[in-house]
């Protein structure tokens, strides 16, 4: 069987920073009781703001305060009407934590060059039955207009309704595979699963395109 990595941990400390900060100790059961209550909070967030397009999801931790920094491309719809929605949020959030707890909203400006959002927007246009492969090139024709270096896209499964599951990659440009990111989504269709992968490049170090293409 293969053993495989979450390619965010090989990035953390390089190009990425960690999605919790916090420190707690083990000894007294502190650390694996904030860890399902930080996993509890993001599975909730995602389930409750799906179509708030949420990119990323931080949590900080301090003694006595939690503290949810929200990525979303539509700060709007979380925010709601006279922040309604926001407070609403809140008050469930507040019922999975013992902590205060203080939720900020940062907006995304592009979010054709973030690789969580078009992954998600591919396997939302798989749900409404569109083509694969006119899904995968239109978000790629896009991201690439908005200025991304590279990209690679794979989706997985029983593409277009095939008796065979199968694997299809799109690749376009260049890949450095240090400065890239890589998200996946898996969706459930009508005849089975399905994973959208989505590596996309935005910047590289000096020096490193012309290693590529030597």
């Known amino acids: ?38 996993y509890k909070i993001r599975e909730f967030l995602k389930k409750e703001l799906y179509s708030a397009n949420i990119s990323k999801i931080e949590i900080e931790r301090t003694a006595d305060k939690v503290r949810v920094n929200l990525y979303t491309a539509k700060p ?3 925010i709601g009407k006279g922040g309604a929605g926001i407070n609403e949020i809140k008050a469930k959030l507040q019922k999975l934590t013992s902590k205060k707890l203080f939720i900020d909203i940062k907006e995304i400006k592009k979010p054709d060059l973030d690789a969580q959002l078009v992954a998600e927007n591919i396997a939302q246009q798989l749900e409404n039955r569109i083509s694969f492969r006119r899904a995968m090139k239109s978000c ?11 990209i690679k896209a794979c989706c997985s499964g029983r593409l277009g309704g095939a008796d065979m599951a ?23 269709l009508r005849y089975g699963f399905t994973t959208v992968k989505y590596f996309l490049l935005k910047e590289t170090r000096k020096g490193a395109i012309n290693n590529v293409n030597a």
Do not use: C
């Not at 979450?6 to 999605?19: C, E, Q, S």
């Not at 790629?140 to 590279?150: D, F, P």
């Open 1 to 38: 069987m293969g053993q495989k990595v979450n390619p965010h941990g090989l990035r953390v400390g390089i190009i990425k920073d960690w999605d919790s900060k916090w420190y707690a100790d083990t000894k007294d059961g502190e650390f694996s009781d904030n860890l399902v209550e930080d």
């Open 166 to 188: 199968r694997r299809l990659f799109v690749l376009t440009s260049i890949m450095v595979l240090l400065r890239q990111t890589q998200l996946m989504v898996k969706l459930v």
């Open 140 to 150: 790629m024709s896009r991201t690439m207009k908005m200025g991304a270096l590279g």
């Open 76 to 78: 709007g719809v979380v």
